[in-house]
């Protein structure tokens, strides 16, 4: 009679531990942007739908204002484990994966958001095996439309203007093109960027909209130009041991939500970076668009770019470059 009590003990024991709930997982995330700012609508749409379709099991905690890292940094502390999962850019990432200096510069991606959708889906997995050669989990991005470059006295409409302007730029290729443009680039982080402007360390910076926004760059430089064309989208990627601590099961729920929340965030950052502007310019700031001429020979000047980095991603970034080439 004992090792019966004991035999059903044990049944009942496996059974409860078999119908019990997973144990959740809980993942710091460092975010380089404030919580108010457009992107910010869009991670919580992600962690949101990630909770409640793993039913709890997987759980993300944003740390904004580059709280745990900076976003030159992230990059890096995310492949070493120092934060489990990060919010990079291209062009910080470009280093490590030269292929994505495509998407670092003006005009790598198409500006309209069904073109955006279809590159997207149609690099997501040569993105996941260059970055996981590279020792991150990619998960997805937010492209940044309409670049504009914000100067304190002047508007930049022609490749004359640039020159002898001092402008910060993010990466060795958004620095190549502003070169190429005539103009002199600094390398500034996005948060150094008020001051930097405020004290003439800089003439001018490239941005987007929601950004310019948030950090109240148009206080500082109020003559905005609107280069008609998108920059340096924004990455999240998770290190590869936390990683797999999530199961394979809801790694595919986190994976389907990535999807769609990648193709939201196309739809409202084209949105919201329009409105934006019109936001702006009713504040005060000078905004102006670059007329079709304008933009072709901005261009022009700046296509050799393109061919540089083609010889610096090599054969990895061919599958990428197939894609994005019709719309430079």
Avoid at 222 to 242: C, D, E, F, G
Avoid at 291 to 304: C, G, I, V
Avoid at 312 to 328: N, R, T
């Amino acid at each position: 009679m004992h090792r019966h009590h004991l035999r059903a003990l044990i049944a009942a024991s496996a059974l409860a531990l078999a119908i019990a709930p997973a144990q959740s997982a809980s993942f710091d995330v460092a975010i380089f942007h404030t919580e108010r700012d457009a992107f910010a609508d869009n991670y919580k749409f992600w962690a949101a739908e990630v909770e409640k379709r793993t039913q709890g099991r997987v759980q993300l905690k944003a740390h904004y204002s580059g709280a745990l890292t900076s976003v030159v940094e992230t990059f890096g502390a995310v492949r070493r484990g120092v934060v489990p999962i990060g919010l990079t850019a291209a062009s910080f990432s470009a280093g490590a994966v030269p292929a994505l200096a495509y998407l670092e510069v003006i005009g790598g991606m198409p500006n309209e958001p069904a073109d955006a959708r279809k590159v997207v889906d149609a690099i997501e997995p040569t993105m996941r095996t260059l970055l996981g050669q590279a020792g991150v989990e990619y998960l997805w991005m937010q492209p940044g439309f309409d670049v504009v470059v914000i100067c304190r006295d002047k508007h930049l409409k022609m490749p004359a203007d640039w020159a002898g302007q001092k402008v910060r730029a993010a990466g060795r290729w958004q620095s190549a093109q502003v070169s190429a443009l005539g103009a002199s680039p600094i390398a500034i982080d996005p948060a150094e960027q008020y001051l930097a402007l405020q004290n003439k360390t800089v003439d001018c910076a490239l941005s987007i909209p929601n950004l310019v926004q948030s950090l109240k760059l148009a206080e500082v430089a109020p003559k905005i130009t609107r280069l008609r064309q998108p920059v340096n989208p924004s990455m999240y990627i998770m290190n590869p041991q936390a990683w797999r601590q999530i199961p394979a099961a809801d790694q595919e729920i986190v994976r389907t939500v990535s999807r769609e929340t990648n193709h939201r965030a196309i739809t409202y950052l084209h949105d919201y970076m329009a409105g934006a502007l019109k936001t702006l310019s009713g504040g005060g700031a000078d905004v102006y668009s670059l007329t079709d001429p304008e933009l072709k020979a901005t261009k022009e000047r700046m296509q050799s770019v393109f061919d540089k980095i083609s010889e610096a991603a090599g054969e990895p970034g061919k599958s990428v470059a197939a894609h994005l080439k019709p719309y430079w």
